[in-house]
């Protein structure tokens, strides 16, 4: 079991930047693999970006490469998403996830290729 706990979400202009933190409890950190998806209002949760456990590989949605980048501390027990570049469309509850499964590389976008989840941090852009 390992449980997840998000924070840094806030209101900020569009053009503006913040930094989501993930920490996690439980079983050892550096066995999962991680993972960012938001949620819009009146719309599916969806992939946001995806970082392996040791932190060498990662992958974001086309819509946040450039803008946002996903990194890891494992001796801290957290997971960050630098979000630079702001813009109104990427207002959403954004949530972390861990996967400990041996598969996770081919379902690392998929909302059931992860285990275990926060309870999410809201993100406001305004225009």
């Known amino acids: 079991q390992v449980q997840l706990v998000e924070s840094g979400g806030g209101l900020v202009q569009a053009g503006g930047s913040l930094r989501l933190s993930c920490v996690a409890s439980?079983?050892?950190?550096?066995?999962?693999?991680m993972g960012w998806f938001r949620q819009a209002p009146g719309k599916e949760r969806e992939f946001v970006c995806a970082?392996?456990?040791?932190?060498?590989?990662?992958e974001y949605v086309d819509s946040v490469k450039g803008r946002f980048t996903i990194s890891r501390d494992n001796a801290k027990n957290t997971v960050y998403l630098q979000m630079n570049s702001l813009k109104p469309e990427d207002t959403a509850v954004y949530y972390c996830?861990?996967?400990?499964?041996?598969?996770?590389?081919?379902?690392?976008?998929?909302?059931?290729?992860?285990?275990?989840w926060g309870r999410g941090t809201q993100v406001t852009v305004s225009s």
């Open positions: 996830a861990a996967a400990y499964r041996s598969t996770w590389w081919s379902d690392r976008a998929l909302k059931t290729g992860y285990d275990y």
């Open positions: 439980g079983r050892t950190f550096s066995s999962y693999n």
């Open positions: 970082i392996s456990r040791s932190g060498g590989s990662t």
